[in-house]
T-cell receptor, first 114, second 114 residues
């Protein structure tokens, strides 16, 4: 079965520092992977997706993620954090059942300190 | 503006009192789904619909019902709510329910059952 593990439920960085949010997946076939962001009192917004094209995927707001098959990882990074990046981030993998279902990780709350 | 609209945003009710959370999308998407979000558990799928009149159970369907009589609407029904259904609920849609299609989320409904 597909699964996703996000390492660290809370990550705190200083403004201007590198953001690294970790995601590891389990999949018996090449996966489709997604990162979503949830700002307070809002729904989830797609940051980026991996669909077996380039392994380095660029998303919105300066975020990017690299698919590493050997490490079964899809970590999210941003070179320089902004205060506006404070939010909860979810990594997700497509279910194998082809029902459109996404399997989500537990989420990581990013705090950005001034 | 393309969007998924949920109502109400906040709902407090008592055990056993039937309620409906509405969801509507204006993107002509075939696929719609309901998720619940709980701390430390990420998002879990409740029900999904691949098209009009076609619905199926997700991972946590107990205590919920859905219907899909029109393409744009996908209401979530709690016939007899219980306190363990206190959660944050999200409706989502996508063009065709394919594994690589990202989901578009509504802004959520925070339900409290006392």
């Amino acid at each position: 079965a597909q699964s996703v593990t996000q390492l660290g439920s809370h990550v705190s960085v200083s403004e201007g520092a590198l953001v690294l949010l970790r995601c590891n997946y389990s999949s018996s076939v090449p996966p489709y992977l997604f990162w979503y962001v949830q700002y307070p009192n809002q729904g989830l917004q797609l940051l980026l997706k991996y669909t077996s094209a380039a392994t380095l995927v660029k998303g919105i707001n300066g975020f990017e993620a690299e698919f590493k098959k050997s490490e079964t990882s899809f970590h999210l990074t941003k070179p320089s954090a902004h205060m506006s990046d404070a939010a909860e981030y979810f990594c997700a993998v497509s279910d194998l059942s082809n029902t459109g279902k996404l399997i989500f990780g537990q989420g990581t709350t990013l705090q950005v300190k001034p | 503006e393309a969007q998924v609209t949920q109502n109400p945003r906040y709902l407090i009710t008592v055990t056993g009192k039937k309620l409906t959370v509405t969801c509507s999308q204006n993107m002509n998407h075939e696929y719609m789904s309901w998720y619940r979000q709980d701390p430390g558990l990420g998002l879990r799928q409740i029900y999904y619909s691949m098209n009009v009149e076609v619905t199926d159970k997700g991972d946590v369907p107990e205590g919920y019902k859905v219907s899909r009589k029109e393409k744009r609407n996908f209401p979530l029904i709690l016939e007899s709510p219980s306190p363990n259904q206190t959660s944050l609920y999200f409706c989502a849609s996508s063009p065709g329910g394919l594994n690589y299609s990202p989901l578009h989320f509504g802004n959520g409904t925070r339900l409290t059952v006392t």
